[in-house]
């Protein structure tokens, strides 16, 4: 990978944090802009938005031949130095589930949630300029537009919630079972994001040591 891993073990599940490849923003950037906006039957077509959470204007499903090579390579580069971080094991098997494209406007949010596989995680193409302002006029700033990642309740040194306010290239990745929701912003502009779902070594996944059927 280009840039660095990082990792974020507030609580139970590791989250990672990296960089998304200006050829992978790019190239889904592009794909969105040239194929999907303004052409509504591919939208229709691509569209994956009846299996997602989400209450947003679009859920596009990445077709095949956009996800083969810098997309695909991406994430699994960042998987495989996730896993060896959070198991010191290196992994054998990475099927691709979906990947996908949330475009999200104004009011819209996704509501707490978690996803199918092994493996998730999630990053930002594009945002607004901003998120709107607070109803309370005094208050510095807002969480408007900003994900959650939640496990469990808070307690002494474990606070249960982590936020993180969006930045383009900006990309978090996870394990499939870690709740989290995205807020609702105010204010023109589009905030895009990739969303994947991975299947790894079911022997590295399943820490209980059951028998795989």
Known sequence: MNSTLKIIQ????????????DKVINKVNSFVDKEIIGNSDKAKTLDHGH???GE????????KETIEGDVFNF??????AYIKYATNKEISKFQIIDVWVVRQFRNEYNPPHFHSGHISG???LMLPEGFGESIQKTKKSTSHGEINFI?????FLSKGQVVRKPKIGDFYIFPNYLYHSVNP???????RSLSFNAIIDQKIYDVYGHIEQ
């Open 56 to 63: 947003v204007s679009q859920e596009i499903r990445l077709p």
């Open 10 to 21: 507030p609580f139970g599940p590791v989250i990672g944090s990296t960089q998304i490849t």
């Open 151 to 155: 496990h469990g309740t808070k307690q």
């Open 122 to 124: 999630v990053g930002y």
């Open 51 to 53: 299996k997602l959470a």
């Open 75 to 80: 994430l699994y580069s960042l998987t495989g």
């Open 185 to 191: 912003f105010y204010q023109d502009g589009e905030r």
